[in-house]
Nanobody, 118 residues
Framework: QVHLVESGGGLVRPGGSLKLSCAAS????????MSWYRQAPGKVREWVAV??????????NYADFVKGRFTISRDNPWNTVYLQMNSLKPEDTAVYYC?????????WGQGTQVTVSS
């Protein structure tokens, strides 16, 4: 059974940094691309970043609104994907979710809250 658990969210001031983690289980992690999404209050869930299975730099893509500020990475032996978030802005406030699509379906974690406020 696929299981995704996000952690690392919290309250941070504008300009600050946070590193989110997503621990995965129930599938062969190293074989699949992993994504981060976010959902702000009253808004639809939006895609943030994706990393291919091998995690090489050429296999990373970002939404325009996070390019240059966020970095996605993965540690395949530890079945974990990360999102390093720098230069955070109030508009980055949202619940952040990790996501995977496997042959059996699409799966989401429970999310971790990120609040950027002074």
């Amino acid at each position: 059974q696929v299981h995704l658990v996000e952690s690392g969210g919290g309250l941070v001031r504008p300009g600050g940094s946070l590193k989110l983690s997503c621990a995965a289980s129930g599938f062969t992690f190293r074989n699949y691309a992993m994504s981060w999404y976010r959902q702000a209050p009253g808004k639809v869930r939006e895609w943030v970043a994706v990393i291919t299975s091998d995690g090489l730099d050429g296999g990373k893509n970002y939404a325009d609104f996070v390019k240059g500020r966020f970095t996605i990475s993965r540690d395949n032996p530890w079945n974990t994907v990360y999102l390093q978030m720098n230069s955070l802005k109030p508009e980055d406030t949202a619940v952040y979710y990790c996501n995977v699509r496997v042959p059996e379906g699409e799966y989401w974690g429970q999310g971790t809250q990120v609040t950027v406020s002074s």
